[in-house]
């Protein structure tokens, strides 16, 4: 009996890779990690991670992702984002991790609907840089196995703002997009709490934009859920674009999270990984053209909202 219990703890302490950490350091084995400068901007070093499978050359869609933090701190390297872009990667994708300029940050800027510049500068080198990253990919995308016609753009919060935005641009060849080739198109935006900022009034669309997954809390106090609207100047949320979305029969998929905050953000992109994985499936992959509302409640229930504002965030 003795000599059984020491080898059943023998065999319980002998492999802890049945540990969450574990998990996390076997994964991150099968995965190649590379870093490189894409570009430098206002004295900035601006570099991007890519994830992809190792040995695999199969050319593969390939997906941004853009940290948040309310455009004055982030990092590409969270932790809390680690598992979602390993997910990606094990689903056979490269993705890309990029650096992009905060520009609120070190600031104290009173946000409002007198002094929205400060924010709307923000998002401009959030854009900016993220099409700057998608240049750099572009040349590299032999090098690297990448098809260019499937570059996807993901983002959380602040990112989520910027990929909602370059997607918005992009479409609608504003200028900030000129730098693009003429002809690329995004394939897909993943948006976990975004929006599109606007100063010239509401939403319009001159080309049908990609297909569109959405996540968002329909508390959310730091990222509008539905719209702020004030004469032309309009801060628009997943609600309001899904509705823009459906009015236009443009592709889409949006699920909310009833008496959820910000918290979505971040939970989300973690919880949710099924579903992003059949977006991408459904209607990248295979060009469904689906227009999908999901409405859940059990994210959210333990964390009220409370009433932040843009103030207290930026």
């Known amino acids: 009996m003795k000599n059984y219990l020491i080898f059943l703890l023998f065999i319980i302490f002998s492999f802890p890779v049945f540990s969450g950490e574990a998990d996390s350091v076997l994964i991150a084995k099968q995965i190649d990690k590379a870093t490189f400068i894409y570009a430098q901007k206002d004295s900035s070093v601006l ?17 941004f992702f853009l940290f948040g933090g309310g455009f004055t701190n982030g990092d590409r390297n969270d932790p809390d984002h680690t598992d979602y872009l390993h997910f990606l990667a094990l689903q056979g994708y490269t ?22 510049k400060p924010l709307q500068d923000a998002i401009n080198c959030a854009v900016s840089d993220l099409y700057d990253a998608t240049l750099f990919s572009i040349k590299h995308a032999s090098e690297w196995h990448i098809d260019t016609t499937r570059f996807i753009i993901s983002g959380s919060s602040a990112g ?52 569109v997954l959405m ?21 628009f ?36 990984q099924t579903e992003v994985a059949e977006f991408i499936r ?20 333990e964390k009220k909202a409370g009433k932040q504002s843009y103030k207290d965030i930026y």
């Not at 993705?95 to 929205?116: E, F, P, Q, W």
């Not at 508390?219 to 004469?231: A, L």
């Not at 509705?243 to 918290?263: C, D, M, Q, T």
């Open 95 to 116: 993705v890309i991790a990029i650096d992009y300029r905060l520009g609120l940050s070190g600031k104290k800027h009173n946000i409002g609907v007198t002094n929205y």
């Open 47 to 63: 570099m991007l991670d890519k994830y992809r499978m190792k040995k695999s050359t199969d050319i593969q869609a390939c997906i």
């Open 160 to 211: 989520a703002i910027a990929v909602m935005q370059a997607e918005y641009e992009n479409r609608n060849k504003m200028s900030s997009s000129l730098v693009l080739p003429y002809h690329f198109q995004y394939a897909g935006v993943i948006s976990f709490s975004g929006a599109i900022f606007r100063t010239d009034g509401g939403l319009k669309w001159n080309k049908q934009p990609c297909p």
């Open 282 to 301: 459904r209607f990248i992959l295979n060009g469904e053209k689906s227009q999908i509302e999901m409405y859940i409640n059990e994210m959210g229930k």
């Open 215 to 235: 996540f968002h809390g329909d508390k959310d106090g730091i990222v509008p859920y539905n719209r702020i609207r004030f004469f032309q100047l309009g801060f």
């Open 237 to 272: 949320g997943s609600k309001y674009i899904s509705g823009n979305l459906r009015k236009n029969k443009f592709p889409y998929w949006f699920i909310s999270f009833k008496e959820a905050a910000h918290e979505v953000a971040v939970d989300a992109m973690n919880e949710y």
